[in-house]
């Protein structure tokens, strides 16, 4: 049996990270959630993830800190894939998320269903 | 069916408050010929159970980004001597300071002699030892706090020597009493080379600052015998005793794997 994917979801909303963690859960991955950009940070230093989904506004940035997330992240796991939510998203916006690395860009709301099938196309991509 | 949980605290105010932490004790062994003593006991702490903050590594991660490490390291602190003092006799603990710590809060050898006297603690039973030693240490207050740390009879020790910013720089000015030789050197030293050159190169600097080495994360006999044989005395690692809550160190069950271990070495003498 092969090992469960990690995911690693990170959203100010208690209420989408729950609703992402359950659903990615019963898909057989392996989820840890974080609220604040520093919590993910504490878990992205000690664990590797597949996959990050993140929102791009969390509590305590600027607005778009999620973009400083892809950075981080492809600078310290470049095989990590990162997905970034938003639903506030400018066309400047997701070009500047492009242009640092992210791997989807998706608009809220999306169907819990079509982000997975997102996630899964982007992982079976990396193995 | 699972249900929604409801709204939590904010995590920093759950690690902070009251009863937010979980605090384990971990002996540091002194073997010296044929008589083992408890040295002293680390008091380490964890996050609330159920959260991220559970794992030390991420917890304390999570506090250098927050840049809360002079609060946590006060909670820390008094959790650490309430959980140590319920242990019988007078033993000594040694309690975590982030080194930016002792650099920006002068008044931390007033609140550890408070802390320590409240519970009934000579400050003579406590070591201090320096963590994540971030460049900025030497700034503000660290050198003047350390030396009223040492008025107060508390000695000082340096964690993860040989890791980032555990410098010949700290070593220098420090000038602690005790070297702790983290486990990314030990694990495995017996078998490696390099490993034992770092081992042996701070054990010599040791004798040269008349401190003492404490080897850390020493988990099999074969690492405990080569470092016997350097001539290191004081050990801690799970081939000991792993951290224990204090309910479970007064048990003293732990005790006699710990004089099975240590007289397997002996044996082998």
Known sequence: ?127 | MTSFPAAAPNLVDRILAPGGLRVELQPILDVEGALTTVHSYECLSRGPAGTNMASADVLFEYIRRKKIEQNMDRVCIEAGLEAGSRLPGLPHFAVNVHAITIATDPDLPAFLKKAASARGISTSRLTVEIVEHAPTWHEGSFLETLTRLRELGIQIALDDVGLGHSNYKMILEANPDYLKIDRFFVTNCHNDRKRRAVIRSIAELAHEFEATVIAEGVETREEFDWLCDQGVRLFQGYFFSRPRPVEALMENTWRENLAVAVSHKRSNA
Request: aromatic share 8%; hydrophobic share 45%.
């Open chain 1, 1 to 127: 049996m092969s090992e469960p994917k990690t995911i690693l979801i990170v959203d100010d909303e208690e209420f989408i990270r729950f609703a992402l963690s359950e659903y990615f859960s019963v898909l057989g991955y392996r989820v840890d959630v974080a609220g604040e950009w520093e919590e993910a940070e504490a878990l992205l230093a000690s664990r590797r993830y597949q996959l990050v989904i993140s929102d791009l506004r969390l509590t305590g940035f600027g607005g778009t800190e999620g973009l400083e997330i892809v950075r981080s992240i492809h600078q310290r796991w470049p095989g990590t894939r990162v997905m970034l939510l938003t639903g506030y998203g400018s066309g400047e916006v997701k070009a500047e998320a492009v242009r640092r690395g992210v791997d989807a860009f998706l608009e809220k709301p999306m169907p819990l269903p079509e982000i997975a099938r997102i996630a899964d196309c982007m992982l079976a991509r990396t193995a």
